[in-house]
């Protein structure tokens, strides 16, 4: 039992829960799924998939939704949402591994770099000059902060990721292995002999609780800054491109590919692989299917799904035709309408 | 000629194939396509799109399946499988570099650390405590293994490669550069407030002769462990989320995402670009075209394509009647059928 | 004022410009857009979208195309086209950085390598064997360049790129961060039980002025090289295939998959998100639309778009069609043509 097992009482508690069925002084030690948790462990049921795991579980205590099945006589802590209760308790049981003032001696850090006194820095790490990283931030091994770059307060850059020159992260930002923060953007001119390059001179900024995904590559503006608000969550091997400003919150799933000054708003849920057009606004709050491509500005609250984007109601309607084209096709053309 | 070289009649028993037309003991020393070859070189013919080639080749011997071409009075190993026997023989060409306990200075290991005597270690490497490499392995330039990554036997790493904390490589696991295992699954709960981050406690588990290509990612799990099983092929800029679980021999071409929880059987083949949600499960064997979207569950054995998918032979229907719709439309709008 | 200030004179010259409404010996020391310059700054109109800013722009002087908008009574120089012009002076207020010589002490250069005198290079790079590097480059941090990897002169690689072994760089080529030059290409043969690597033994071969974008990848030939023509432009987080040939002067959005061995011709422009099949043939100065897939040969000159690609005309009309489908099925099915 480590020092972070919790009573179900306490758990109850944590997550705003009622206890049932079970009493107040047992013990869980960590959370784990309804199909792999023993008896010292919490599970849950969040997702009506996985309801064929609830009745064989040997979790020590199941999180359940006041209104999900009909109440077992085992034990539950019924809360609104257990999902993210989940999540709560997973937090208390896996707490955030404190910065602690470790230097590795092959770490290259200029002189003139500003490092807050209980900065961690890994081995092989580059920090350039006039870089600034506040207290708490921990920098993974194989990282590269280029000139100018500044770290808020308790960010977390896994290893082998790039902060170029300049550019901005606020506090708790979460960058993942190898993302990219500051590649310059894809600018061009033609010159009618060559594409001429367009040097890339702003910056990105990452406000505070961003997390930014592994191999995710995010322009610098062209000029002026390429923004990523508060609290915004990209995935893996998503694309920004130059002075592209994401509003606070939004999330979007792995390869995600957002083009050059795009404006995305506050709120707005993006599946995997979604792309978009350049100069567009995309308004609060839309919701767009995977795979879908935007070409055009979208009305806030939305939800969109097609290449190119429709409301998501007519997509799905669509797509049932879709399959179903051939039988229609062959019909009219016995009838004539060959076209 | 190297010490590799082969005669024509070696050439010939390694591939399992019958020599007609040539010596037994003519020699060859390399493998080149029909238009390039020479007359020391093997070449093959694999691909009708390259039969034109045929006639012209100055290749000292071409592999030929048995029912190819009316036979022509040149150099020729009929075999059953010409790109098979293509390998087997580039492969006899250039073997693998073996190990041999090179430790570059630059290389930051871990004292706690468990390296095999013969295990090559490049330059600026970082291994972190705990780590385990086995016999054979070879370990790139700046490649990072964290804390606790096991490696197995005769693996390869390239460059630039990121093994995260804990996760599991069987034996021969080729990594190919940038790539990223190991990185938190995208898991948040939202709390009425923001997205909180659940911590991302699983492992990545590559069984053996897995290869994993440039600049992919493959999530840690959320709970318990993202697994890809043995011989898997995955290719570049690939994303493959928190819990997925791949059957041995599936293949998938570049650009491919594959959502968290998701179960892919054994001997599938994805074409580049396609995309699947989370949480569902395609059956064995299953051949999916490049750019389809997969939503639910696929049954074993089945080939499909499209957005969302269908059976191929459908879709192949599908595809064709799209570019003749605007004709349909515009005839039965000309009898009043406006919608 | 710095010493790249420029007379309004003067930057009307370097553009091959008219002056209107200003004083020649008005100074400007850089560029912004209409909306954030300032009268120290000089700012353009070249996407009609912006026009809206037009008339409360503070900029000292603006770049106008020569039939844009009634002209104002404000400060203006009338150019042929203005976003070149843009770039033109962009590039005068922000000169490339120029190579001079310093090799960071934590870099590991083999002995066997040639650098001409002035190449920079960064902390923590690694330099093979028979690497080359010519007369102005800059390598940037933490960068591998594997053995006998070739670079010309005035190249810039940002940090954390790879050249692979014998990968050979032309003149004032740009890599950006994370960028892979000379992965394995994916190649496999079936032996029955196992897919069998096939040897990845050709090169990358980049010409002159090619720029590569962050965490881009680009696959060495299987047999013979890939190849990218000079002045060929690629965005980030792009796939290459092996064997792929891309015409000279094509430029290619973010996230496009290029399969094997296909050839594409001069001039293309591939929005992102593109994908093709392997071994086809895309003529000269094709424009495919983003998220198009291309399975077959295309003809010189065209302009394609969807899934599989067809003319883009055609592509427009059907995409209108698509969400007013269900409509048209609902009236057919009422007269009895349900499929």
């Known amino acids: 039992m480590t020092n972070r097992a919790l ?27 309804l199909a792999e948790a023993d008896a010292t462990q919490v599970s849950f049921l969040a997702n009506r998939k996985y309801a064929k795991d609830f009745a064989a579980s040997k979790a020590g205590v199941i999180l359940l939704a006041g209104e999900t099945l009909p109440e077992a006589a085992r034990p539950l802590i019924r809360v609104k949402d257990p999902y993210l209760a989940f999540a709560l308790l997973q937090r208390h049981f896996h707490p955030d591994v404190l910065a602690s003032g470790q230097r590795h001696p092959s770490a290259v850090i200029d002189a003139s770099a500003r490092l807050a006194p209980d900065v961690d820095v890994g081995a092989q790490v580059v920090i350039g000059a006039n870089v600034s990283i506040a207290a708490g931030s921990r920098i993974g091994a194989a990282c590269v902060l280029e000139d100018g770059a500044q770290i808020g307060e308790n960010c977390l850059l896994h290893s082998r990721s790039t902060i170029g020159a300049d550019c901005v992260l606020g506090n708790r930002v979460i960058i993942q292995v190898g993302a990219v923060i500051g ?76 083009s050059g000054s795009t404006t995305v708003g506050q709120g707005c849920q993006f599946g ?68």
């Open 183 to 258: 590649s310059d953007g894809f600018g061009y001119a033609w010159s009618g002999r060559e594409h001429l390059k367009i040097p890339q001179v702003g910056r990105v900024v990452l406000e505070d609780d961003v997390e930014i995904g592994a191999n995710t590559c995010i322009d610098r503006g062209a000029i002026g800054d390429t923004v990523i608000r508060r609290g915004v969550k990209l995935d893996n091997l998503i694309q920004i491109g130059h002075n592209v400003d994401i509003g606070a919150f939004s999330i979007m799933a792995s390869q995600v590919g957002v």
């Open 7 to 33: 009573t179900l009482g306490e758990a109850a508690r944590l997550v705003s829960g009622s206890l049932h069925h079970a009493g107040e002084d047992d013990v869980v030690t960590g959370v784990n799924t």
């Open 272 to 339: 995997g692989q979604v792309g978009t057009a350049g100069h567009i606004k995309i308004g609060d709050g839309c919701k767009i299917a995977a795979k879908s491509g935007v070409a055009g500005d979208l009305e806030a609250g939305g939800t969109y799904a097609g290449i190119p984007v429709m409301p998501h109601k007519v997509w799905l309607k669509v797509s049932a035709i879709l399959p179903r084209l051939p039988g229609l096709w062959g019909k009219l053309s016995a009838l004539g309408f060959k076209s």
